[in-house]
């Protein structure tokens, strides 16, 4: 059974384009691979924690030494790891904030990026462990950056999900959508004939 996981990293709980585009694309993924089980994950809800000093203490104390407190974050750390390397699919709706992706997507990867878990250092240089994945990035973006210098975000996940062993990554885009009715509704309609050709 195929098994696909849906990350919303919006800031916004309703009307979120980023979110509204990734789950039709689940829903297309999933007629495509009848039976498909399907994890959902809400990266604002989730609320994860930013790294601070008590993360980060806990991420890189030896686990024999780790407090009740650290042993719950790394918990936290490894069952979002285990959720992730779990799936075959991965969908990700993606808003641009400030030419950047949201908080809540950059602290659910500080989370699942740990060294010798997610990813190793090797004499040949870093590899990625999280292997054998396909990723969907449904983009949803109020002006039209795609192709241009200011698109910081495509590189950016790029080089993150390679850098942990990602590197079949298929990006649905959504441009245009603050420039007005008629640009909004053609953005939309690009990114659905884009899912229904997936």
Do not use: C
């Not at 009307?15 to 604002?44: F, P, W, Y």
């Not at 790891?81 to 075959?88: P, V």
């Not at 950047?100 to 060294?115: C, E």
């Amino acid at each position: 059974m195929t098994t696909i996981l849906q990350l919303n990293s919006a800031a916004r709980s309703q009307g979120a384009q980023s979110t509204m585009l990734a789950s039709e694309l689940v829903a297309k993924l999933s007629q495509a691979h009848g039976g498909a089980k399907v994890i959902v994950r809400d990266l604002l809800a989730d609320n994860l924690p930013h790294l601070d000093d008590t993360v980060l203490g806990a991420f890189f104390t030896p686990a024999e030494k780790r407090t009740p407190e650290q042993v719950a974050i790394d918990a936290r750390s490894q069952a979002l790891i285990d959720e992730l390397q779990s799936a075959d699919v991965i969908v990700i709706g993606v808003p641009l904030y400030n030419f950047g992706i949201s908080t809540q997507l950059k602290a659910y990867f500080d989370w699942i990026a740990r060294n010798g878990v997610t990813f190793r250092y090797t004499e040949a240089g870093p590899e990625g462990l999280v292997k054998g994945k396909k990723v969907y990035i449904a983009a949803a973006r109020g002006g039209k950056y795609s192709g241009t210098p200011t698109d910081t975000q495509t590189p950016f996940l790029k080089i993150f999900l390679g850098f942990i062993g990602i590197t079949d990554i298929e990006f649905v885009y959504a441009e245009g959508l603050a420039l007005g009715p008629d640009s909004a509704a053609a953005a939309l309609n690009d990114a659905r004939e884009a899912i229904a050709a997936i």
